[in-house]
């Protein structure tokens, strides 16, 4: 929690609404009632120089002359989150050296380009990402590949092979329905789902807020939901065990925090995979990555 959420979680209440509804030059601000009022402030995610940008960064990452790119930031360097490599490691030996995920909201790969190095002792991979159709025609025309693949929807996906895991990193937050798609990736009954990077108030109440974008990385803003924790966790916990809570890399000048999870699917037969010792190693491993079981 940083500096600003600590100084919130001590301020009377209506001094906090009022500071939250203070517009920044960037970062989130505001506590919108409905989605449609928080979208009438923003300029939307579908610009075209968002994408141009995105796509620009990637390919200087194909090329060898970045090292990992993030929401269109290259770095010299990959910034690993090991808390979230842990867990696709997890499910490639579920699959017995075989990784099949859906990246749901993907972007041009950023996730699979990142950890690709740790990918290259496996038996198969295979990263499929459904994302907005311009983003997909993209990824088509310079970033498919014979691991890496592009969807315009899950069911187009699924009918090439039903992946064994679903990600979304940074991506329910900014839906305008996330409990629709969750709850019909939920139904699909997938082995594991990862959570990563999301947004969750410290308050335990569901928020609206618009998220101005850094212009040193594009000109854009766009509304952003943080999630009641408890109420989030309680859409899995039917039919969903949760393996660990993943620390996230974001931070936030808002009343909130950034944190993933890790479920794997009550009835799926990774219940009868993973032995007493190995979950023993799992949990140590786990430990050392600062991911909290």
């Given amino acids: 929690m940083n500096k600003r959420s600590w100084l919130l979680d001590w301020l009377p209440p209506r001094l906090v609404d009022f500071l939250r509804k203070m517009p920044r030059r960037y970062g989130w601000s505001g506590d919108y009632p409905t989605w449609g009022k928080a979208m009438a402030d923003c300029s939307g995610y579908q610009l075209h120089g968002i994408l141009e940008k995105v796509r620009d960064a990637g390919l200087e990452v194909m090329a060898g002359r970045a090292a990992f790119e993030r929401d269109s930031v290259i770095f010299s360097e990959v910034e690993y989150s090991w808390s979230l490599l842990t867990q696709l490691m997890l499910v490639s030996a579920h699959g017995q050296g075989r990784l099949h995920i859906l990246d749901f909201g993907g972007a041009l790969g950023s996730t699979y380009f990142q950890n690709r190095k740790y990918f290259r002792g496996l038996r198969e991979i295979r990263w499929c990402v459904v994302e907005q159709p311009h983003f997909v025609q993209c990824g088509l025309e310079h970033f498919q590949n014979d691991e890496l ?92 065990e949760l393996l660990a809570e993943l620390p996230a890399l974001d931070r936030c000048n808002y009343s909130g925090y950034f944190s993933g999870f890790a479920f794997r699917r009550r009835s799926s037969a990774s219940a009868t995979f993973l032995d007493a010792d190995f979950e023993a190693k799992l949990a140590r491993q786990q430990a050392a990555c600062g991911v909290r079981p």
């Fill in 149 to 240: 693949r592009f969807y315009y929807d899950v069911e187009e996906c699924i009918k090439e092979g039903r992946p064994s895991a679903v990600l979304l990193s940074s991506v329910l937050q900014y839906l305008p329905n996330p409990d629709c798609v969750l709850g019909s990736l939920l139904e699909r009954q997938f082995d594991f789902i990862i959570i990563d990077r999301t947004s969750f108030s410290n308050d335990g109440r569901e928020h609206i807020a618009v998220q101005h974008v850094d212009p040193r990385i594009y000109r854009a803003s766009y509304p952003c939901h943080f999630f009641s924790r408890q109420k989030f966790l309680d859409k899995f916990a039917t039919d969903y």
